[in-house]
C-alpha cells in the first residue's frame, strides 16, 4: 500500500521475507463531518454540500436509507447499536468504490494506523500482507524474538480464523486489527498451511519495528547490504544511519534488499532515494485532475558506487518507486523477480472523530513516464528464489546473484 503525507517533507526477516502491510502516514487535510447523513445519531453524510448528485438524488437516497431503518426498527428481532449502523454506513460508502485500496477507519483503526507508523504496537510480531488474486490476508515475514516466531508461525500461513471469528477474504488491516491489542492479553489464531488447519493461542506483546538492517555482505569484496522491510516514518532515519556506517567502513559496493516489502509513505520512500540518486526526477503523481507533482533528488548525498536492488513479486509500491527511480535513471541493477505492481497513491483524511478515510489520488509515474500499475517493474537479472534449498539450507540464491553481480559492476 502506498501512502501520501501532505507536507514538504520528503531484514528479509527471519524466518523468510518480512514485509510490512499495515503502513500509514497521515494527511493533514481535515474535513468536519457533521451532519454526514443527516440522521438522529452521529454519523457524517453520503450526500454533502459538495456532491454531484441531484437535490432529487439526494432526496431519494435519504428516503431509502430511512426506509430501511424503518423496517429495521420495526421487524428486526434484536437490539440495535446505532454506532455500529454508522459505522456500516461509512465502511459501505467507500467499498462502494470497488477500490481495494481505499477504505474507512474507525477511531480505534486509525489509532492503530498510527502506532505502525510509529514502529510499536502490541500484537504477536508478524507481517501481513493480502492477496488481492487469491482474496486472503497471510502472514508475510516473521518479527524474531515475539510470540508468532516461539508459537512457530511461518511466512505464507493464511489467515482462517481470529477469535474463533473467520477473517477469509478480508483485509490485511482488518485481520491485523484483530490480532493487536493490549500487551499481555491473548488471540487464538487459526491459520491455513499446506491444505490444514492449524490453532495457536498467542500472548500480545509490545512491538517494537526495526525496518532497517545493515551489514557486510561479504568482507574481501567489501560489499554492503541493506535490506528495508517497509516505508514507514522510522525507516528513513534508520536507512540514513545504516548507509553512513556502511559508507564509513569503506564498502566499495552497495545491495538494497526490497523482497516482501509492500510499501508505505511516498515521502519517505522518495527522501530515502535522493540519499542514493544524483540531483534530478525521483517520480510524479498525477490526479484526476492531471495535476503533476514532482518528487526530486535533491544530489547533495550521492551513492556514486555500484549498486544493486533485490525485489520479487511482493516488492510494492514504495519498493517499486525505489527500485523503479534507480533503473530508469540508470544507476544501478535490478536482480530477482517482477514486481507487484502497484503504481497509485492513497490520501488519509482524518476526521474529526478521530475515524479516517483513505483514498486513492493519484498515480505514479516513473522519471521516464512510466505508470507501472497491473504491470510492475522487470528485473535485468531474472532469478527465482530457490526455496526449498532456503528452507533446507538457508542458502539465498537471489542474495549470492546480486553479489555476484556486483562484483562484475565494481571490476
Known sequence: MEEKRNNSKGQFAAGLFAGMAIVIALSIVVVNVAGFLGRTFNTGGVIGTGSKKSAADQARILSKIRSIEALIDKYYIEDIDSDMEAEGIYYGIVDSLGDEYSTYYTASEMQRTLEDNAGKYGGIGCYIAYDTDKEYSYVAGIIPGYSAEQAGLMSGDIFYKVDGESVMGESSETVSNLVRGQEGTTVNITIIRDGEE??????RRQVEIKSVSGNIADEKAKIGYIQISSFDIATEEQFYDAMDELEGSGIEGLIIDLRDNPGGDVDVATAMAS???PKGLIMYTEDKNGKRDEYNADGKNVFEKPLVIITNGNS?????????AVKTRGRGIIVGEKTYGKGVVQVVVPMTDGSAVKLTTAKYYLPDGTCIHGE???PDVEIELDLDEYLETGKDNQKEKAIE???EQMK
Open 198 to 203: 492449524k490453532d495457536f493461542t498467542l500472548i
Open 376 to 378: 510492475g517493474i522487470e
Open 275 to 277: 540519499r542514493i540518486l
Open 316 to 324: 510494492a509500491s514504495a519498493s517499486e518507486i525505489f527500485a523503479g
Open 405 to 407: 553481480v556486483l562484483k
